[in-house]
């Protein structure tokens, strides 16, 4: 089974709504084992709607399409199918017996506009809508190939409630009864501190191209996630699939990968700190970012008391005694600045550990030695201070969030008992 998810809407293509339809609606498809073939978005414009779907018909065996059904002069969707079915709108009188009911159950009365919502495609089947006044429409579009075959078209509202309502009630079910696919599961692995280049370099032939299950890379903040994806014919062999391609990945990366799926790098962290050890931060350029991350976790007072946001060198001095001396002589930014913060806040934290930040956001006070990005991280112990120095690449925002990650990173492996692999 393949398929193609059709959105409809110019404030999707414009860019002034993110489309989470199709990508919910993938993620469905992965567990009943249809492949989507592509994503596709047009704009509230009937020939272009009439294009997409017969476009996409001819290619794909279910043709999902998600918008355009509201009552307005812009919602074009159903005239659009019924163009390319070669098909007439035709009144669903049941369904224009409950939009009334509907409306009067509000004390109001039906626009005349909202009659239009009761209209499909002749010889087409309504999909009912529990949570909205769109009629969905369940529809067959022949194709030369194969002889005989045809495109299931579905059309359900944009509007997210509405959709998914639809797509569970109705759109699932009919694709699973149809059977014929195959089982798609899925894990992802969550990297931080190499490049995806680097990374690749490591995985060797498990990312050819070819193999299955599949193993891909994707970037967001920073970090690095490999997408495993195991297509098989049942979900044993691919559930068995999966577990040991995840485990080549582990032998191939090792403690690079710090979590699956949802986890994140703060949350790790925490698991390795709760009802064992303590820390406490120092920072200046992140100006509470890694004290935050830290405590978006439910449970972290038991590892978390307190932190500094000493942005200024008067902050440095007064709060944590960071002496004039060498912040006159080596700067804010510099090894010995993050060691003092470092020291000074796990001593006054009481805490076994203590991170401290000092760095050069931008987009101004980059010099030729201390370019914009310039980043020095110090993790204090009861026995040691060690000191790292990085130069994050982008703009302000992008390296807060790389240093308090990278300062996450280094606690991470001190905690495991391991040097930094990069």
């Known amino acids: 089974m393949q398929a193609i998810i059709l959105s409809i809407g110019d404030e999707l293509v414009l860019g002034q709504t993110v ?125 030369s190939s194969p002889p005989g075959g045809f495109c299931r078209i579905f059309v359900v509202p944009g509007v997210p409630k509405e959709m998914k309502g639809m797509c569970e009630a109705h759109v699932f079910p009919a694709m699973r009864s149809a059977g014929g696919g195959a089982v798609i599961l899925s894990r992802t692995l969550h990297t931080f501190g190499l490049g995806e280049s680097h990374l690749a370099e490591k995985l060797g032939t498990l990312m050819r ?110 709060l944590l005694g960071v002496s004039d001396e060498i912040l006159q002589q080596y700067g804010a930014v510099s090894e010995p600045v993050v060691n003092a913060m470092a020291r000074n806040a796990r001593l006054r934290a009481g805490a076994t550990y203590a991170l401290a930040i000092s760095g050069i956001a931008g987009p101004e006070g980059g010099t030729a030695d201390k370019p914009v990005g310039t980043t020095w991280i110090a993790l204090a112990t009861p026995e040691a201070i060690d000191a790292r120095r990085s130069v994050f690449a982008g703009d302000r925002e992008m390296v807060r969030d790389r240093a308090a990650k990278m300062a996450l990173a280094l606690l991470r492996f001190k905690l495991l008992g391991m040097q930094t692999p990069f």
């Open 209 to 318: 191209r070819d193999r299955n299950p599949s193993v891909g890379t994707t970037v967001s903040g920073g970090i690095v996630s490999l997408r495993v994806n195991a297509r098989f014919n049942s979900a044993e062999e691919a559930s068995q699939q999966l577990e040991r391609t995840s485990r080549e990945c582990y032998d191939a990366l090792g403690q690079l990968i710090f979590g699956e799926d949802g986890q994140t790098l703060q949350q790790v962290v925490g698991d390795l700190l709760k009802g064992k050890s303590t820390v406490t931060t120092a920072e200046s350029c992140t100006g509470g970012l890694l004290a935050k991350m830290l405590t978006d976790i439910p449970g972290s007072s038991s590892y978390f008391s307190s932190g500094w946001v000493t942005y200024a060198n008067e902050a440095k001095q007064k």
């Open 19 to 143: 489309d989470t339809n199709s990508a919910w609606i993938s993620q469905q498809l992965a567990r009943i084992g249809c492949a989507v073939l592509a994503h596709v978005t047009v704009p509230d414009d009937q020939r272009e709607i009439e294009r997409a779907i017969a476009d996409a018909s001819a290619r794909c065996d279910w043709l999902i399409v998600s918008g355009g059904l509201g009552p307005t002069e812009d919602d074009l969707t159903r005239q659009a199918l019924g163009h390319v079915l070669g098909e007439p709108l035709e009144l669903r009188e049941d369904w224009l017996t409950e939009l009334e009911k509907f409306f009067r159950s509000r004390g109001r009365e039906m626009p005349a506009s909202n009659r239009i919502q009761a209209m499909i495609p002749r010889g087409a089947m309504p999909i009912h809508n529990h949570a909205g006044t769109a009629l969905g429409i369940d529809a067959r579009l022949p194709r």
